[in-house]
């Protein structure tokens, strides 16, 4: 029972260099998020999904772009990376329950 | 606009004793309350929540009250034991888990000292 599986764990990219993270999870849920978090401000909202093919920007969405071409994945890209970009990437796929985490991605934009 | 805050970064409590976390939060519209525990290199794990129809929910060492005129909600840990060492984050949402995600608190980090 996987939940919510996030690679890569861990990357150090250039300035200006793109990448795509990637999220998948095996509950079936319809709703998928991707979360930052940065020392003292918690985890704040990039992009999120209510289901495949739908996508929708979130409180910091500058600098990222997503696509859910299939219900159990969701991407997440940088199209040119900034040290503003340094950060612990989180994945999420909720019911109403609450929120089901991957482990995260250490990013470093050097 | 922080809409959920936790103004404590940093607790610290003995090893058998009640740790009590705080959260605010100011959007009137927030009906779901959660709170999340997060180890280092971790990510967050749910840990309980609250329905703004009840004014308390209980699971086991863990109790959520909430104030909804004071905006105010509070997690009990009894006892405190050493592996409940971690960040805690609250979170909230609106219309029962709306699809809009969660907003969090920026976290208390709970230190339980043997």
């Known amino acids: 029972n996987a939940g919510v599986t996030q690679t890569p764990k861990f990357r150090v990219l250039k300035t200006g260099q793109s990448m795509t993270l990637l999220c998948a999870q095996d509950?079936?849920?319809?709703?998928m998020y991707w979360y930052r978090q940065d020392p003292g401000m918690g985890l704040r909202l990039i992009h999120y999904?209510?289901?495949?093919?739908?996508?929708a920007k979130g409180e910091v969405p500058d600098g990222y772009n997503v696509s859910r071409l299939k219900k159990q994945n969701f991407l997440l890209g940088l199209e040119s990376a900034a040290p503003s970009q340094t950060s612990v990437y989180f994945c999420a796929s909720r019911t109403i329950r609450g929120a089901f985490f991957g482990q995260g991605t250490r990013l470093t934009v050097v | 606009d922080q809409q959920v805050k936790q103004n404590s970064p940093s607790l610290s409590v003995q090893e058998g004793r009640i740790s009590i976390l705080n959260c605010d939060y100011t959007n009137s519209m927030f009906d779901y309350f959660l709170w999340y525990k997060k180890y280092p290199a971790e990510g967050p794990t749910f840990l309980i929540s609250i329905s703004s129809i009840k004014d308390k929910n209980e699971d086991g060492r863990f109790t959520v009250f909430l104030n909804k005129s004071a905006k105010h909600l509070s997690l009990h840990i009894v006892p405190s034991q050493p592996g409940d060492s971690a960040v805690y984050f609250c979170?909230?949402?609106?219309?029962?888990?709306?699809?809009?995600?969660?907003?969090f608190g920026k976290g208390t980090h709970l230190i339980i000292q043997p």
């Open positions: 999904s209510v289901g495949e093919g739908t996508t």
């Open positions: 509950m079936n849920h319809e709703y």
């Open positions: 979170a909230a949402s609106d219309s029962g888990g709306g699809a809009d995600g969660l907003t």
